[in-house]
């Protein structure tokens, strides 16, 4: 129980090109999900968090325009990267929660390989 | 506010030794405490957690211990395999269901054989 799939698992674009990535709680209804952003060999930096029906809220320093983030069920979030360029190519993982299951852990996404080319 | 320290890597250990990864916490309030395992080119994958004070997470012959008298979640194994190489996450969360997980940097661990 408790699987997150995230789709694709890798993209390549060419720059200046929207992408966009879906995160899905496949067994478990997700109040709130998470979106995180990886650099090599770094750990996990929280761009945003969203709950369904409303707005995400961001974090410090991550552009809202340039990230959106969609929540519009209570099984899948989205995560469109807009006008993508090189420095945006990273490892994006997505959590999901819910309250009711497990009260502190968010389950997470096996992450989507984003190159910009 | 919020924040772990884990010990940086490298760790480099040979097949069956013992293992010890350093985590130590700061929270307003009182923490959850998880151990994150993430192998090359995948997502995260929970290791065990812990809830409160004194409670000892364990799983696939890893285990750590919740100490609240010295804000430590320290991470064992007994007998370390090639297999278990891998980047390992200490991270923590508040209660409340919109509280977000803080993460350590992450530690690396090879394993030869």
């Known amino acids: 129980g408790a699987v997150v799939s995230q789709h694709p698992s890798r993209v390549i674009c060419k720059s200046g090109t929207s992408v966009k990535i879906e995160c899905r709680s496949l067994d478990f209804q997700a109040t709130t999900m998470f979106w995180y952003r990886q650099f090599p060999k770094q750990s996990l930096m929280l761009m945003a968090t969203s709950n369904e029906g409303s707005k995400a809220t961001y974090e410090q320093g991550v552009e809202k325009d340039k990230f959106l983030i969609n929540h519009a069920s209570l099984t899948l979030s989205t995560l469109t990267v807009t006008s993508a360029h090189p420095e945006d190519s990273s490892f994006y993982i997505c959590?999901?929660?819910?309250?009711?299951?497990?009260?502190?852990?968010?389950?997470f996404g096996p992450g989507t390989r984003l190159t910009v080319l | 506010g919020n924040s772990v320290t884990q010990m940086e890597g490298p760790v480099t250990l040979s097949e069956e030794a013992f293992l010890t990864i350093n985590c130590t916490y700061t929270?307003?309030?009182?923490?959850?405490l998880f151990w994150y395992v993430q192998y090359p080119g995948e997502g995260l994958q929970l290791l065990l957690k812990a809830t409160k004070a004194d409670d000892k997470g364990s799983n696939k012959g890893f285990e750590a211990t919740y100490r609240k008298e010295t804000t430590s979640f320290h991470l064992e194994k007994g007998s370390v395999q090639v297999s278990d190489s891998a980047v390992y996450f200490c991270?923590?969360?508040?209660?409340?269901?919109?509280?977000?997980?803080?993460f350590g940097t992450g530690t690396k661990l090879q394993v030869i054989p």
């Open positions: 929270a307003t309030g009182y923490p959850s």
């Open positions: 991270a923590l969360t508040l209660s409340g269901g919109y509280q977000k997980v803080t």
């Open positions: 959590s999901a929660k819910n309250a009711y299951i497990s009260y502190n852990e968010q389950f």
